[in-house]
């Protein structure tokens, strides 16, 4: 009779140990995880404002020389 | 490369002279140093004067004022004290004489002299200001020079002359054209402005701005005389 219940005990034991474990591991997930999850439709903040980035030059003239309200004739 | 090194230092070697004797050349006329003028506004006008006479410094410089130049005040110079000279409440003359101590042995200053006057409402057009030059050489003998010749005369020598450009803020001024503009004097009168329009066609003293001009669909560059009524954007 005390051998069997020994070995319930340890049985025991053992399986809380093993669920311990897993509760524990949603909380630090791999690294690895991060860019797979990650929102695709997320931007650099100066990519939020595409009109104000800088542009190659083209040799055309510029906005701030053209006259007010002056839209080149196509 | 090598070859466009070589391009450069040709054009420098050819270049330098000349620049250097038209440069040498400018600075013999009294000039006004102060550039164009706005029309319809008191502003401060500056004479230089670039040499003296036949290596004499100069102790006298006088300014004859137009009728159409008002309200006119001259600045105390380190020159020289400031006279004027009026025709009732009108002056008609400024002259700024140097004191004896400081006449120099020899031509070697450069003198810079400042009225402030309203210019007329007058864009588009230039005034002559007549300018007598007096020096004194070493041994006490003064010379007279007279600067009133108008542009281009091939006797005499060249009177400073004012260019009137029309009234105008920094940044964007739309203009009507008061008089006709020639097209070989639209860069006298519009030549310190960032870029001109007259309809879809610009101009720019500026010749990377001329080649961004021409290379922009749907526009040219502005040629041809500026006709009284001609409506243009002026951007400064």
Known sequence: M???????????????????????????????????????????????????????PTGSLP????????TPPR | MRSSFSSLLLAGLVCGPALILFTGTAEAHVSLASGPAIAAKSQKITFGVGHGCE????????????????????????????????NGTTVTAVEWTKSDADVLAADDAYY???????VPDAAFTQIQLNVTQTCRSAAGVETTVLW??????????????LIVTPAHTMGWN???????VAAADVPTYL???????????????NANTMAQIGNTPGVSVLSGDLASGDEIWIKY
């Open chain 1, 2 to 56: 005390r051998r069997p219940t020994l070995c319930l005990l340890l049985l025991g034991a053992l399986g809380l140990a093993a669920c311990g474990d897993n509760l524990q591991a949603p909380e630090t997930p791999p690294p690895a995880d991060a860019a797979v999850d990650a929102d695709p439709t997320a931007l650099a903040p100066c990519l939020d404002r595409p009109t104000e980035l800088s542009r190659p």
């Open chain 1, 63 to 70: 906005c701030e020389l053209l006259p007010p309200g002056f």
């Open chain 2, 55 to 86: 290596g004499s410094d100069t102790v006298r410089i006088r300014v004859d004022i137009p009728a159409s130049v008002t309200s006119v005040r001259p600045l105390f110079s380190d020159f020289g004290k400031p006279t004027v000279i009026k």
């Open chain 2, 112 to 118: 810079e002299l400042t009225i402030r006057a309203r």
């Open chain 2, 148 to 161: 009133d010749q108008p542009a281009g005369s091939t006797t005499g020598n060249p009177a400073p002359v």
């Open chain 2, 174 to 180: 739309k203009v009507t054209v008061g008089r006709a």
């Open chain 2, 191 to 205: 030549g310190d402005a960032q870029i001109v329009w007259r309809g879809a066609a610009a101009y720019s003293s």
